[in-house]
């Protein structure tokens, strides 16, 4: 295979795929875009035209379909790649259909080769290709006809884009001719739909395989390359570090040996209401322009994170109004999956984020749409933020809201984590109390007793201490100790 620095590229300007494709197009060769109606096959060829204008070249755009130029431009008029003032010097549209209707592909042929020619087009578009293989006689033909648009593009130095709808062929003769087929697909699951893209070929060039998220907006296509893929391979080499981050919980500082060990994942599980956001407000308070802190949630908004914490006397907002701690809030729909983690990430680079708090680990898990990736995806997630430097607290809901167990709502995730803190319920004389404990701290030594903790209005969390005189805390039910009686020590339970 060539090696990708050396092989010349013609960018696509679209956000993601320039990455998928190792830096764009290689030159020179002829490209096939292939999909469903609908899908984004002609935004996408656009934009490719305006990009390419903007950075100095010549690009034709010729419609083998039914539709007229000036329709076509009124659909695309609100995308904000369109640059009318380019036209016609740089970017040119013309209708091929009438040249196909008439002469067949040999007149189809001669008007490329006129109107590159005259454009000195570096980058030519057609759009419609299914029209020039229906007109074809025989798969000869067809053949002869992608030659010819192969020898235009070596002579001229001109990269082809070819748009196509599948006709559902095994294998279509154009597929084994052209330098590179990239697929678009809108597939449903369930109740929703989401866009992927796939580069089946890309000869000369090694590219990132494997469907790749991509929604349309008003700027045009933005494509996310998929996270196990992207970061399969860290962007920079992983330092292990020594020092701590406080959680801004004094004593939960003291149970985890000296806060949250740097440049690590934590997770902190409970059910609903347990306070494990107001945790995470106490970790983003402690933030500072030496560790610059990011909450990314899903559940609220930033104007009442802002207010929550200022009922517990955190003075979060004042962190906000500094820039020691930006809030990034998802609102629950459907988000791409893909989309979220490279938001999350470019803001951790923008900032240069030492403290996360990932709000609702739950919020991602609901994004997928292929439940059987999630731990693949978070695995390769955690590694590339700890390349990075970052300390990251994350919350989980548990199901249950007492009882005996905890059940975790994904399976491995506790695996992928050096640090888990529990939080739950106990019910205590008729009362609901609060208990937390320490349950993992790789490498490190910690306190794992059980501590009942309280939030207090303008005073937050604080660890009262052990509940005494109970026993069988983690049933969720707690009773208390019969009198003489002593739980066994660790020696007598081996």
Sequence with gaps: MTDVSSVERVA????????????????????????????????????????????????????????????????????????????????SYLSGLGALQ?????????????????HKATVLVLDGLVAAEDRASSNTEFKSFIQELQAQAGLHGCTVFLL????????????????????????????????????????????????????????????????????????????????????????LDAMLGGGLPDATVSGMIGPSGIGKTTLGLHYMSSSSEAEPGLCFGFYETPPRLMQQAAGLGLKLEDA???????????????????????????????RRVKRLFLDGLGGFMESSVEPGRLSRFFSVLANELRARGVTTLYSMETRDLVGPGIEMPMGGISSLVEGLIAMRYVERHSHARRLLSVVKIRGSGFDPGLREFVIQG??????????EGAEDLLSGFARDRVAGHQPPSVQEEQ
């Design 12 to 91: 696509s300007g679209v956000p993601g795929l320039d990455t998928v494709l190792h830096g764009g197009f290689p030159c020179g060769g002829i490209h096939l875009i292939q999909g469903a109606p609908g899908v984004g096959k002609t935004t996408l060829g656009n934009q490719i035209c305006y990009h390419h204008a903007a950075a100095g070249g010549q690009a034709l755009y010729v419609l083998l379909l039914s539709e007229t130029v000036s329709r076509m431009l009124l659909h695309l008029g609100t995308m904000g790649f369109l640059d009318m003032s380019r036209m016609p010097d740089q970017v």
């Design 458 to 467: 303008g005073r937050g969390i604080s660890i009262a201490g052990t509940f």
């Design 102 to 118: 008439d002469e067949g592909l040999p007149g189809l042929v001669t008007l490329l080769r006129r109107e590159i020619a005259v």
């Design 320 to 350: 906000v109004r500094q820039g020691a701690v930006e809030i990034l809030w998802q609102p629950q729909g459907e988000n791409l999956q893909d989309a979220l983690a490279h938001r999350l990430l470019d803001a951790v680079d923008r």
């Design 164 to 251: 196509s709808t599948a006709k559902g062929q095994a294998v279509p003769p154009e597929h084994t001719m052209v330098d590179g087929i990239v697929e678009l697909t809108d597939v449903r699951f369930g109740s929703r739909s989401e866009r992927g893209l796939f580069v089946n070929k890309l000869r000369g060039s090694a590219f990132m395989p494997g469907r790749h998220p991509f929604h349309i907006t008003k700027m045009g296509m933005e494509v996310y390359p998929r996270v196990e893929v992207a970061f399969h391979n860290t962007t920079r080499p992983d330092e292990a570090k020594s020092g701590r981050q406080s959680t801004g919980v004094r004593q």
